[in-house]
């Protein structure tokens, strides 16, 4: 599903113009990069959970040329899906 054809369904699901199905889209977005970026956990009912974790720096291999190489830590976002979504889908 593109952005646009996302936009499509909100509009026609929440009664809205496409014009403002795509601005609650993007503030809807922009709300939850902004709680994730604060290492915030955003959970939506009946869709799941985002949140941000710590990946530990650890050692890798170039698999090129087989050199080991040190791989930084840093922070993710993972995202759990909610127990009716993951039925859903199987």
């Known amino acids: 599903?593109?952005?646009a054809e996302l936009v499509t369904a909100i509009a026609k699901g929440a009664g809205l113009?496409?014009?403002q199905?795509?601005?609650a889209l993007k503030a809807?977005?922009?709300a939850v990069s902004?709680?994730?970026k604060k290492g915030e956990r955003v959970a939506i009912p009946g869709f799941g959970i985002f949140t941000v974790r710590k990946r530990a720096a650890r050692k890798g291999r170039n698999p090129r040329t087989g050199a080991v190489i040190n791989i930084p830590a840093r922070k993710v976002v993972v995202?759990?899906?909610a127990k009716d979504l993951r039925e859903g889908v199987k």
């Open 34 to 36: 902004n709680a994730l």
């Open 1 to 3: 599903m593109t952005k």
């Open 28 to 30: 809807a977005v922009a």
């Open 17 to 19: 113009t496409k014009k």
């Open 21 to 23: 199905a795509d601005a």
């Open 79 to 81: 995202f759990r899906p």
